[in-house]
């Protein structure tokens, strides 16, 4: 079956401009992740959706950074008012439930601020 | 908070040579023990996993064991192959949610 997809794969952007990074998990994984790999590091988490509501967002780094997920499936990332600091490979990843099942990752999305 | 150390790398062995990769964690409770490798240009795909203490998690020849006692989880493989270069990942979940992940270890395995 298919696994995490996640678009686009690159995106390069100007600093100050916004951006959305999509994801779509596999098929009724109800759990949700977002992680941000830089450069030589392991991935940060971000935020978790269990459904549509967010159970956990205290990895968003501050309030530039939010996430949707309004039907349960699908998820967007969204940066407003992008920094060079922002570059990074932004991982997906879903589960079934939650709650040490493991982790389905994406291929990632690599972006960079210019 | 939990947290993950692993040993710096990269890596470097020959093919069918011996394999270990540090790691030691800091956790509350007992949580779950991960490896995750990332092969060159491909997502992160867990590799094995152990749910309690002295438990051995093995795939692909790879195996790590939960040790309690020094909270360690190291991975070692017996022979080495070309086609294990990647990068490999301990990890471990905070919160029942997110997972912890190591600053990670490339392995370059040469003919």
């Known amino acids: 079956g298919a696994g995490v997809s996640q678009t686009p794969s690159n995106k390069v952007t100007e600093k100050g401009k916004y951006v959305e990074l999509r994801c779509d998990p596999i098929?009724?994984?109800?759990?949700l992740y977002w992680y941000r790999q830089s450069l030589g590091q392991g991935p940060e988490f971000l935020i978790y959706f269990q459904g549509t509501g967010a159970a956990d967002d205290s990895g968003l780094p501050n309030d530039r950074f939010f996430a949707v997920r309004p039907e349960g499936s699908v998820s967007t990332l969204k940066i407003q008012r992008t920094e060079r600091g922002d570059s990074a490979v932004y991982l997906c990843?879903?589960?079934?439930?939650?709650?040490?099942?493991?982790?389905?990752f994406g291929p990632g999305t690599r972006l960079t601020v210019l | 908070g939990n947290s993950v150390t692993q040993m710096e790398g990269p890596v470097t062995l020959s093919e069918e040579a011996f394999l270990t990769i540090n790691c030691t964690y800091t956790?509350?409770?007992?949580?779950?023990l991960f490896w995750y490798v990332q092969y060159p240009g491909e997502g992160l795909q867990l590799l094995l996993k152990?749910?309690?203490?002295?438990d051995k998690g093995s795939n692909k020849g790879f195996e790590a064991t939960y040790r309690k006692e020094t909270t360690s989880f190291h991975l070692e493989k017996g022979s080495v192959q070309v086609s294990d270069s990647a990068v490999y990942f301990c990890a471990l979940p905070e919160n029942t949610d997110k997972l912890i992940f190591g600053t990670g270890t490339r392995l370059q395995v040469f003919p």
């Open positions: 990843a879903s589960s079934p439930s939650g709650s040490y099942n493991e982790q389905f």
């Open positions: 956790a509350t409770g007992y949580p779950s």
């Open positions: 152990a749910t309690k203490a002295d």
């Open positions: 098929s009724g994984h109800t759990a």
